[in-house]
Structure formats: structure tokens, C-alpha cells
């Protein structure tokens, strides 16, 4: 018989039929689902095919059934050319249309494009042979391509799915913006969702297909490649109930993977806002540039092995991770123990865990690094003093004078100075962030004797001396106390939202007083600080008084008091019981080590966090500063308003002023740098990436919502509560928190101090142990997880949740 049935081929008939069906032969014949289809051999004469309406085959279909007709070249589906879209199909073609459709294609293996492509790929222009297959026509609800490994870059450990509603050939054409999922090879998990059409990533829910099918999509896509032992390109679609493939070829570009450097945002997305000022992105990146040369040395590749430590993709800062995991391994560390102190969010690559030791002639080229890095450790309170005698210096330079009265020489070189010395602070500041030396150790020391590190470090932090960003949740407290025994206090702060006449309103009131003496020990911090071009709380306190504001409506007055006893009481028992799991001789060596090290920690979190204040009190002054020249900028029509001033960097500024006949560019500037930060808030940046990716992460933006109501992430202040979710996606949302319920945002920095008096629980997307939400929460006894990906896209304000932070896990229990 001329024409043959899926189930009647065998293999030796591929060169009759072509690649196509005798690969969709196989797959059916293997137990996969395949419609059923009709081959017809490459040699078949007009007098046969004009015969084919007429094979008992088609007997099997209810009258009215459509068909999908394809080509099937003989040197098509091949491992070495896939000939994909050069040849023609046809669908919904009616049975008494199938010998002109089947002829279509059939003379489609001599197009034009088709001889190009067999030129291109050194194959017989005049190979223009071609079968064709006859298939029953899938009613399909959504369709697609689908790719066992990344096609860009050949990784093996990620498969690739683009999927439309209805028929899949606009994406084989390329006709439309699909659907974007990508999934974690091992497991189905989702790493990203991308809505074809939509701006930025869009819940999973209005895409073309469910998580639920999704994951069934993805175990039929395993078990293919596993079938053919290679990757595959799979062309599938679905019918509402099940999915069907209709065709599947092997991935003829999967390129070797060499090294690519690797990005993330760990540690750098809490501490800077989403968009920082042009101005000072470019100053942090230097300053963070130099700090960490000057602070690792040798142990950083060079830039053009590895790239710079640091880099700007898209308006957003990275620490590259690559150099970060060399650093790691010529320490003979695991990279995993560096990468959780910094708060890398999302799984981690097994072999980061690790630990290894460098080729010999590296460590040997190192040592003087790793002396003086040791060297400095040992001097750490030293360092310490030194850092605040330069930061004591650099306040007293910037308070001496009144900078309205000075030229603008001066002033630039006021800031100029502070510029120059930044990169120092900032190594010290490393210094004390580069805790996981001593974190590491005292992590193995917990693993042999069968302790609960997370118990033993989580409860030590939180006990005892208090840091200055924790103390300020803590002063704000008592000062909303102050408020609430002064009856004409509460009430003004109840009624009124503005602070214009408050002075006037509460003169004369104990808390006027207070909340002088706040702001002269906090009004130097702000939202998101370490931006200079952002008001701090001397000028704008109006995020302490909601907060305020707030208290005052919550009843938990005694809270503070019970915290810290009950924290005491936790790292009390938690050290006791540690030190009762150390038995024999470990009690004389490794106790004793294990004291030290927690001791070090502890202090190293103190002395951090107290830098990080210290250098937001400098930038105090270094802001305080630019607004004089940016109000002169104003002054004199260089720019249209003072924030413009902050648009344009500083090396811009320097050249004005040394050459004022520039100044008319500053205008394009600043509205070119507006223009671009609007473009980058519609780039959806990921927290982890690879370079050579980045024109698809662009427009790709992870949302993985847990189809059974789970969140999982990294325990960093132990406990348990169930209650109300408010999602704070920004600072000027403080005033939607609600007392006692559970914060959840993507990352904070210490501006978010007062909203932590208020919560009962916290959940971040971003963070470490030694994160600011983390120490905040353990020292205020808050249930806290970090490194929760997505989290404030897959829950929303008004859930209700049970959050577990002993175990690392948040339910929801209630949708809103």
C-alpha cells in the first residue's frame, strides 16, 4: 500500500517518508500522544495521490473532520538542519481539499526559501524530495514551541516554552509575542512566567496556559528528550483536556557552554531604592568599585577575565557573582556561605556548596591579600575607631560652614574631598560585612554536634546590645508613648496628616521635646538613604509621624518590654542547650571557639550597622550641600528645578562649573536622564542573571505563585504567627501597614524601622541574616523569612497567613 498509517512505520521507511513522520511514528509508537496520521512517501506519483481522499484510513473519522497537513522532507527534522518553517503546512483543511494541500507542500522543498536554506547549510540544491503527513486536526485552546534545553545559550538545565491561545503556527512564524515560561529542568519548577504582549510580567492566571498544566507540559517534555536521549524541539498543542505533540526534532543549535559571568542583586536591592538618582548611581558604583578592590585585591580576577566586581544593567546595580564564587573558592570556602550572608535569593547551584581549594599558583599569589585581610580583622576595633575619627572629621567639615555663603569652588570641593575618601569608608564597612569568615566556622561547629545553627546564631543577635538601627524602632515606640499620655497630642496627631503648624499646635508638649531629641539622634536617616537625592527625616519627618500615628491606635503597649524579655530568655536557653549538645573534649576547644565566634558576630552586626549610620550622617551633609547648588543651578536657568540637579552626574557638574558656557547642556540632560529612568521602570530586572541573557530578561520578570499555598524561604528570626498580610511594595505606603499585622515587602533598609514596631510578623523577598529586616525582627521578636522569591506578587493585602519562621514556611490559610 502506497500510504501509510503512524503505527504501520518503521524506521527504514524514514527515507520514504521524511523526518517529520517517522518522528512523529516513533513518538506515537513509543506510547506518547500523537494524532494520528497518514504518511505519504516522497515518490508518490499524481495518480496516486489523486487516489488518498479515498484510503479506508479516513473511514475512522466522523464526516466533517478537518486535517492538519505537513511537510516531511527527506532531509528535514535532522540532528545537523531542522529546515524549521522553510517548508509549508496546512490546517483545517477539509478531506476533499487534502490533494491540493498535499500538493502545496509538497512543492514547497523547491521554493526559493528552500533552496537558500539547503545552499546555506551545504546540502544538494536539487535535494528537493519531500513526503507528506496527513493528520487529524487538533481543536486546539492553546499551542506551541517548546525547547528541552536554552537555545540561546545551550543550558541543559532549563527548558523553554512559548504558548499562545489557539493555533501554535504565529509563534512557529513568529507572528506574535508569546507566552515566555521558563522551568527548572530537575523539578518543573517555574523560574519565570512572561505574558506575551503585556509590558511586564503579569500573574500567572492570564496566561495561555495554568500552572497545573504547565507542569504536565513539562514532565511530556522530560520524557521526550529522555526518549531520544538529546534535546528536543517540540512542537505541541492542547485541547482542553490533554496535550497532544506534533512534531519533535532534535535542538540543532545548543552551543558548548563556556563561562559566562554571572549578576546578582543580593544585598544591593535592600540597601539602594529601585531607582537611584543618576547622580548617585554613578558615585556608588565607583565608591563600591574601588571599595572592594581595595578591600579583596588579588583575590578579584581581572575585569577583562571576569568582569568589574560591580556593574550597571538597566538603572539597577549587580554584584558579580562569578568573581564573588572565585573569591569564595580561593579561600577554600563553599561560595553557598557567601552567597546566603549577602541574602542571594532562590535556589542555589549545588556545587556553590561546596567548599574546594584552589590551584596552588592562585592561593600563592594571594597570601599577601589573605595577611592583610587577616590583619585587618585583627585590628577590627581599631579599624572601628578610625572610621568614626574620618567620619567625625568629614561632619565637622560639612557643619563648620554655612555652605549658602560660600563660592561654588568651595563647595565643590567640600564634596569633592568627601568623594575622594568614600572608597575608605567603604572597605571598612566590607570589612565588618565580611562576617562570614567567622559565620562559617561556627556554622561546621553547630553541624557536628548536631545544632540548629539558624537557633543558635538567630537568638544570640537578637539579645543583648541593641544595633542603632534597632534602637530606633525601639525609641519610636516610646515616643508614640509620650504622644499617647499627652490627651492633646494624640488628638492633633489623630486629626491632622500634615506637619505644617505642628510646632505651632504642640508648643510647649513634653512630646514636641521628645520628638526633637529623636531627630537629632535619627533626623540624618531617610527612605532609602543612601540615595543623597532623596529628603532625609530633618526635612521631611512626615514617615516617622504615621508611624506615630499609627501607634497610637495600636493597644500593644507593653510590647517593647516583654520583646526584650523574652528574646533574653530564647538566646538564654538556646546557649544552653547548645553548649549541653557539646560533650568530652569539645567542651575544652570547641566551646570555647564556638563563645569567640559569637562574640565576633555579634560585635561585627553592631559595628556594622553603626558605619552604615555613620555614613548616612555624612551624606546628610553632602545632600545638604548639592541643594545649595542646586538651588543656585535654578537660580541662574541651568536647570528648570532642584531635583534636575541630581540627574546629572557629578563629573558633569565639575565641568559646568569650571566651564559656566557648558551650562546650557544641562537642560537636555537632565530631561534625557528623566526620559531614561521612565524606560528602565518598564524593564523588570531579575535578581539573578547571566549577561548573555539579558536581552530576554528584559522583558521577563519571575512570577512563580505556589499553586498549594506555600511560601518557603530562609528562617532569620524565629516564631510563629497567623495573621492579616499587608503588602508594602514602596516607602510612601507606609500608612496602609496595620498594627499587628504581617509586613510583607520586597526588601527594606533601616527607613523602614517604624513600620517593624508594627508588625507581628515579616516576610521579604530579599535578605540575609544579617539583612536589615532580619536584625530589626529578631531583635523586636518578630517571625521573619527572607529570600522569599515573589512574595509580594503571590500574596496580597488582606490574606491571611500562618507564618512559621522556625520552620521557614508561610500557609495561606484565606484568600482576600
Known sequence: MVFRSLDELSESDASRVGGKAWNCAR????????????????????????????????????????????????????????????????????RADLPGAVAACRASSDSERARAYRHARGLPEDATAAGVLVQR????????????VDPLTGDSEE??????????????????????????????????????????ASDVGSGSLTLDQVRRLWSLLVKIEQDYAAPQDV???????????????????????????????????EVLPEFTSPQALVEVERILKEGERRYLGKLLAPDEVLGPIIK?????????????????????????????????????????????WPPLKDFIACLPQFARMLNRHRRAAHLMRGHQTLVDEMIRRFDAKDPDTLADAEIWSTIHEWTSHAPQTIEVILTFGGVVIFESPLKKICERVGFSYNRLLGTHLAAGERSVSAQQAFDLVALADVARQEPRVARWLTENEGRADMRVALAGTAFLSAFDTFLERYGHRGIHETDWALPRYREDPSPILSAIRLHLGDDRRERPTQVAAAVSEEADRARAEFEQSVRGFRRLTTLRRARRLLGTIKQYYLWRELCRSDMIRVLEGVRRWHLVLARRFVERGWLRAPDDYFLVRLDEIGRVLEQPETAPELVGLAVS????????????????????????????????????????????????????????????????????????????????????????????????????ASTIAREYGLPALANVPHATKRLRSGDWIALNATEGVAKLITER
Open 27 to 94: 513518538l506515537k509508537q513509543h506510547g506518547f500522544p500523537v494524532p494520528d496520521g497518514l504518511a505519504i512517501p516522497a515518490r508518490t506519483t499524481d495518480a496516486q495521490l489523486a487516489t488518498l481522499v479515498s484510503h479506508p484510513w479516513f473511514d475512522r473519522f466522523a464526516p466533517g473532520q478537518s486535517f492538519a497537513v505537513r511537510s516531511s522532507g527527506l532531509t528535514e527534522d535532522a540532528p545537523e538542519q531542522s529546515f524549521a518553517g522553510i517548508h509549508e503546512t496546512r490546517l483545517n483543511v477539509a
Open 235 to 269: 512542537e505541541w498543542c492542547f485541547d482542553g483536556g490533554g496535550f497532544w505533540i506534533v512534531q519533535s526534532r532534535p535542538v540543532t543549535v545548543a552551543p558548548t557552554r563556556k563561562h559566562e559571568t554571572e549578576w546578582t542583586r543580593a544585598n544591593l536591592a
Open 159 to 200: 527548558i523553554v516554552i512559548n504558548s499562545v491561545r489557539g493555533l501554535g503556527t504565529s509563534v512557529v512564524d513568529g507572528q506574535v509575542d508569546p507566552d515566555d515560561i521558563r522551568l527548572r529542568k530537575r523539578d518543573g519548577h517555574v523560574v519565570s512566567y512572561w505574558v506575551g504582549g503585556s509590558d511586564a
Open 137 to 148: 486536526m487538533v481543536e486546539a485552546v492553546a499551542a506551541g514551541v517548546a525547547f528541552t
Open 673 to 772: 536622564r528623566a526620559a531614561e529612568m521612565r524606560r528602565f521602570r518598564q524593564v523588570p530586572m531579575p535578581l539573578l542573571m547571566r549577561e548573555s541573557d539579558l536581552p530576554r530578561l528584559i522583558r521577563v520578570s519571575g512570577v512563580s505563585p505556589a499553586a498549594d499555598g506555600e511560601l518557603r524561604g530562609l528562617p532569620v528570626s524565629r516564631g510563629y504567627v497567623e495573621g492579616e498580610v499587608v503588602v508594602i511594595d514602596h516607602p510612601g505606603d507606609f500608612s496602609r501597614m496595620k498594627p499587628g499585622a504581617i509586613l510583607v515587602t520586597r526588601a527594606t533598609d533601616p527607613s523602614w524601622t517604624p513600620l517593624f514596631s508594627l508588625a507581628s510578623g515579616v516576610i521579604v523577598e530579599l535578605g540575609g541574616m544579617l539583612s536589615h
Open 312 to 356: 550597571t544593567f538597566n538603572g539597577r546595580l549587580y554584584f558579580n557573582l562569578s568573581q564573588l564564587r572565585r573569591v569564595s573558592r580561593i579561600g577554600g570556602a563553599a561560595p553557598a556561605d557567601l552567597m546566603r550572608s549577602l541574602g542571594h535569593s532562590g535556589s542555589i547551584d549545588p556545587d556553590d556548596e561546596r567548599a574546594g
